[in-house]
């Protein structure tokens, strides 16, 4: 009998266009997702005398680089205006949808593609960016290409990929009050290190899972290329239908019927086999920060960050010194209670709807500490309307933060949003590098209430006693 099959496999292989041979295959790519970035990929395209295959497959936006000033507009100047305009101009000659500033749908790449109801259950999705991990909360295979990659996209609506081995995840059990979908990913990261995942694509299942509510899965799935793999993925249930019916791009009427059909049949068979298995109690998780400079150097909020002397193994006591040092923390002290500069809620890992209403009701009421710059980042237009329909912003603005337009900002620092040399920043963001918020920035990961929790007390907090 043919052994079961993963969710993984089932989308994998309805996408292959031809076996070629040394475990490579030519897959077929159902959605190209474009950021401020691939101008140059299309300008190439075209020097080489080469057409886009199939322009109503890609969509693109700007993100990266644009300005989240208040009150920005189309013209608003960055140092990035040329890139802006490249873009813009080569989408249009290609007959790309780009979604431009001002207009819904416009947004971080991987709150957009969800948005819209591009990503779908059961497609293939890539996107020359390391999150595309992200669509995996809709049970999509989606994984970020390199610059060569998306111009080979461009050119034939395909990709030559190697198939990775499958993990099943499984969290199992109930989350207890306090503790997201960003706090299972880190003690995940924290428990199989940064590389765990590399070679893998990754199936989060088990009841803790299926409990989570989608803009959830898509944290959970964002974050899984900070433990190496490529890419994350959730089984298409009730919760992701109702999630997506009736977005702007998903299928409608008849095509509706049919694609449920298909997503119906997706998860995992009982008897599928994985080459790596994991199982995590959700019920032991606690929230989460990291204290060093990788994801995966991360404690619960009322543990302490590590001894190095504590630490047999040289190599791993040196990053410990060197993350403790370049953090400015002292080995063995107590997390919370660790003073606090910045605040920013924002990136594709935790700005959607749902994440600014978490903060916001832990904002509400309160106010910023003194001497500390609190940010909302709205990961997309649509998002940041919703939270204003919904009067956020002013629960914001009332408790001192500042609230700005969408793109990812201070997430990566490119477009000139960024957290002061020695400055300490805790940060609802996937990435805790050396000066990934600014040379000798200090970022701490953590889930928006948490974050929203450390710009109210000035100092790490823990959200549930606040
Ligand atoms: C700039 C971009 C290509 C990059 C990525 O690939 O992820 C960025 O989004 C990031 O988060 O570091
Ligand atoms: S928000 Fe951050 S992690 Fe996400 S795409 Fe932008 S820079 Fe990358």
């Known amino acids: 009998m043919r052994p079961g099959r993963s969710l993984f496999d089932k989308i994998w292989d309805a996408h292959v266009v031809a076996e070629l041979g040394g475990g490579h295959s030519l897959m077929h790519v159902t959605r190209h997702l474009m950021h401020d970035g691939d101008g140059v990929p299309l300008q190439r395209l ?4 080469l057409k886009v295959r199939s322009p109503e497959l890609t969509f693109a936006t700007l993100d990266h680089t644009v300005s989240t000033e208040p009150g920005r ?7 990035f205006a040329a890139r802006l305009a490249l873009i813009r101009a080569r989408a249009a000659a290609a007959g790309i949808r780009l979604f431009d500033i001002g207009e819904p749908g416009q947004g971080i790449v991987h709150v957009i ?16 960016d390391s999150h595309t991990c992200t669509h995996g909360g809709l049970g999509a295979v989606a994984f970020g290409i390199g610059a060569s990659e998306v111009l080979h996209v461009l050119a034939t609506q395909c990709l030559v990929q190697r198939k990775p081995r499958r993990m099943r995840v499984r969290f199992e059990g109930r989350r207890a009050a306090g503790v997201t979908a960003k706090d299972m990913i880190l003690h995940l990261i924290g428990r199989i290190g940064a590389a765990g995942g590399v070679g893998y694509a990754v199936e989060f299942a088990g009841a803790a899972v299926r409990a989570l509510q989608i803009e959830e899965r898509l944290t959970l799935c964002n974050l899984s290329i900070e433990m190496g793999a490529k890419i994350g993925l959730v089984a298409p249930d009730e919760t992701t239908f109702e999630y997506l019916a009736g977005r702007p791009y998903a299928p409608a ?4 019927e049919a694609a449920l059909r298909y997503w119906r049949g ?4 009982e008897d599928a086999v994985f080459d790596r298995e994991v199982e995590i109690d959700a019920g032991a998780i606690a929230p989460q920060i990291t204290w060093g400079t990788s994801p995966e150097q991360v404690v619960a909020v009322d543990q302490r960050v590590p001894d190095p002397a504590a630490e047999p193994d040289p190599a791993r006591r040196q990053a410990i010194e060197a993350a403790l040092d370049y953090m400015g923390l002292q080995p063995g002290a107590p997390i919370a209670g660790t003073p606090v500069d910045w605040v920013f809620i924002g990136s594709c890992a935790n700005s959607r709807i749902s994440d600014l209403r ?3 009701a832990v904002a509400r009421g309160r106010r910023v500490a003194e001497g500390v710059h609190a940010w909302v980042v709205p990961g997309s237009e649509a998002v940041k309307r919703q939270a204003e329909a919904e009067g956020l912003d002013r629960v914001f603005k009332d408790a001192g933060f500042e609230w700005r337009e969408p793109g990812c900002s201070m997430c990566l620092a490119m477009n000139g949003d960024r957290v002061p040399r020695g400055q300490r920043s805790v940060s609802t963001t996937n990435r805790n590098f050396v000066g990934r918020q600014g ?3 200090r970022t701490h990961l953590a889930s928006p209430a948490m974050a929203a929790a450390a710009a109210i007390s000035g100092r790490i907090a823990d959200v549930r006693r606040l």
């Open 266 to 269: 997706l998860p995992s068979d």
């Open 113 to 128: 593609g969800p948005e819209l109801g591009l990503s779908l259950p059961g497609s293939l999705i890539v996107c020359g």
């Open 439 to 441: 040379p000798g920035a």
């Open 73 to 79: 507009t189309p013209a608003t100047a960055s140092a």
């Open 358 to 360: 978490a903060a916001a």
């Open 46 to 49: 075209t020097a080489r005398g």
């Open 253 to 256: 009427g008849a095509a509706w």
